[in-house]
């Protein structure tokens, strides 16, 4: 089981980005997908996740209504697009998966994550 994540990057207030996270080793449409976040010094985040089977999804009272989640299961990759970003986002964004249907159970495999720095 393994999880890529990419797409991170420097962005200005106000600006968009897509990260994907690409899963090997299993087909993650049968399993919750996460993005999570941490600041250095600061406990990690949840930030979205997307369940496995009816998709449904979950974000952080933070980012709603500027961020989504997504699921391509061709690809067998998930998205997070994030907009209208704020300096508050900075952080390392990790994709996780509990390798369980629900958002609810604890992650059990991480990628790496992937920095997203939002400044002027």
């Known amino acids: 089981v393994q999880l890529q994540a990419s797409g991170g990057g420097s962005v200005q207030p106000g600006g968009s980005l897509r990260l994907s996270c690409t899963a090997s080793?299993?087909?993650?449409?049968?399993?919750?997908i996460a993005w999570l976040r941490q600041v250095p010094g600061k406990d990690r985040e949840g930030v979205a996740c997307v369940n496995g089977g009816d998709a449904s999804t979950t974000y952080a009272d933070s980012v709603k209504g500027r961020f989504t989640i997504s699921r391509d299961n061709a690809k067998n990759t998930v998205y997070l697009q994030m907009n209208e970003l704020k300096p508050d986002d900075t952080a390392i964004y990790y994709c996780?998966?509990?390798?369980?249907?629900?958002?609810?159970?604890?992650?059990?495999?991480w990628g790496e994550g992937t920095l997203v720095t939002v400044s002027s």
């Open positions: 996780a998966t509990p390798l369980e249907r629900l958002c609810t159970y604890g992650m059990s495999y």
């Open positions: 080793g299993f087909t993650l449409d049968n399993y919750a």
